[in-house]
Every structure is written in C-alpha cells, then in structure tokens.
C-alpha cells in the first residue's frame, strides 16, 4: 500500500531528445518505467534548415514532458532550440530540459571590453523558453563551470544544477586502494568548485604560475606520495592541463594518477593524447579517466578505450525529472 502511495506521488514524465542523446534517453528510460520514450522526426529542407515533426504532439496534451538536449556545436542548436520552443505550447502540464553539459558555460565573464560572455548569451536564450500550463519550464544542468551562472537566467525559468560527483564517490569505493585515494584539484577555481563534496578525502591543490611566457603547473599545496591521486574538474577540453598536473604528482611521489571530470569535450579528437602507447604503463599516464556521458559523441568515440570508463548520469537524471 505504501509503494503503490508512493508510485501515486510520482509522475509520469514522456521523455523526447535529440538524435545524439538517443542512448542516454534509453538508459533514463530504463532506470523507471515512469519514463516513456518519445520520438521526433528530424529532417532538413533542401536548403539545410530543419524539418521537424513532433510525433504524438496531441497525445502528450496535460502530460509531463522533458526534452533531453545535446548542444554540442553550433550547428546543432538551432534544430534543438526549434523543438525546446514549440513543446511546452502542446498544453502540457509542464516541461522540463535536460543539458547536461552547457556549453558557453567557460565563457561566463569578460575580461576586457569588447569581450563576449557567452555563457550570458545563452542563458537568455533559454530563458525566453515559453512557459507551459505547469509553469515556467526547469532547465537541468550538470556541473556548470560557475555557479553564480544561475543568475543569468531569467525568472521565467527555473535552472537546477546538479553534480556528477556522487557518481565518482560511488566508482572511488570500488576501488582495492580506496584508502590510499587523494583528491586533486588543478586549480584554486576547481578547488572552490568541489572541495565540499569531496572533504571526506585528502587534499592536494595544483596552481598555474608564469615563467616568462609559460604558464607551469606546479604543485600548491598537499602531498601526493605513495598515494593514489584522483585530479577533478568539471571539464576537459585539450587535456594539456591534466597532463601537467599528472606529470607534477607522478614527479613528488603518486603511486598513480587518474581523473574525472563530469565533460569530456576533447574537440579535435584530443582525448588520443590519453590513450596509452604500448610501453607505457599506468606510471606514466592516467591509470583511470573517468568521464560521465554529458557529451554523447565523446562517449562514442572513446568507447572500449584505455584509461577511459563512463559514469552514466542516466539514474541522476531519471531522478531529477521527478522533482
């Protein structure tokens, strides 16, 4: 009786997303059978812009309804944005967004004048998101490189930032050397951005400095010897300063090194800078990389590849659709 109230106090969510996001929705799926996948037809006219059809459009009329976005380039977001706009005017009873990875999100401040700050762009694009019968739409967002981003969106939207880290806690105690595991952070801004979640762990903090016309990677504070060394970030673009920090705590003593970071955005095919060559063991690279699959066509890529392992954020999202 208790499970059946329970069920009752939840809702059904019918779930649409992008052609990228097509295996993550599954896995959201498959984590509830409250969850009902939905599909849109996407296509382009002869010129190139889209040519789209919600499918079961009168169907999902007073229902709850979550679209599971990609923006993943440019090219992309406008099809997206077309489908995010035209759903919550279906008289639903509500909608929901799932990105889990924003993407402008580096790009959050101006440092001159003349400066763009896109992360700013981008929130105002999604806070003119129409509003449905439920209300203003709520837009989930995973790890977002600053937190005080929550304030570039408008009041017509309701932004939920969630983490991936309980994700990394749970793969940590996995581990036969979980009581040797230090927790890095590859600057004072990532430092700032995970510490509390991770205060269970040992510290060790790297910082940039400038030698000439060089920014080095040095080690700020904490000790890494003997130690199995975690480093976390919210993402990872090139890689080049994950690589420095690996190269930093192997040199002061760490057993091993591996990492995490919530996105794995490795344009131009940079994440082949981790992949191991044939003489090199876990001594001389990253002995795990952990990446959720916030960005689907790295997840494709990487697939079945060393040191790489995906954390899937499906459970957490089937989750966040319920609040």
Known sequence: MEDSNLRQQKKQVFLFHCLESEEL??????????????????????????????????????????????????SVIFEQLSVIYALPRLFIASFTLV????????????EEEGDVATAFTMARILSNIPISRGG???????????LQERFY??????????TGIPLLLH?????PDFDKVVVAFPDDGAWKRFHKLLDNFPVVICTKVREEDKRIVRLKEGNPSGCHVVIVDDLVQSGGTLIECQKVLAAHGAAKVSAYVTHGVFPKRSWEKFIPLNNEGSDKGFAHFWITDSCPLTVKAIEGKSPFEILSLAGSIAEALQI
């Open 25 to 74: 929705a599954r896995k959201v799926a498959a984590h509830s059978d409250l969850i009902n996948l939905q599909t849109i037809k996407w296509r382009s006219f002869n010129d190139g812009f889209p040519n789209l059809f919600i499918n079961n459009a009168q169907e999902i009329r007073g229902q709850h309804v979550a679209f599971l976005a990609s923006f993943s380039s440019p």
């Open 136 to 146: 203003p739409t709520s837009i989930v967002v995973y790890d977002i490189h600053a």
């Open 171 to 175: 793969r940590l105690h996995q581990l």
């Open 153 to 162: 969106f408008g009041d017509q939207v309701l932004p939920l930032f969630e």
């Open 99 to 110: 990105l889990p990875y924003f993407p402008t999100g580096s790009f959050e401040r101006m």
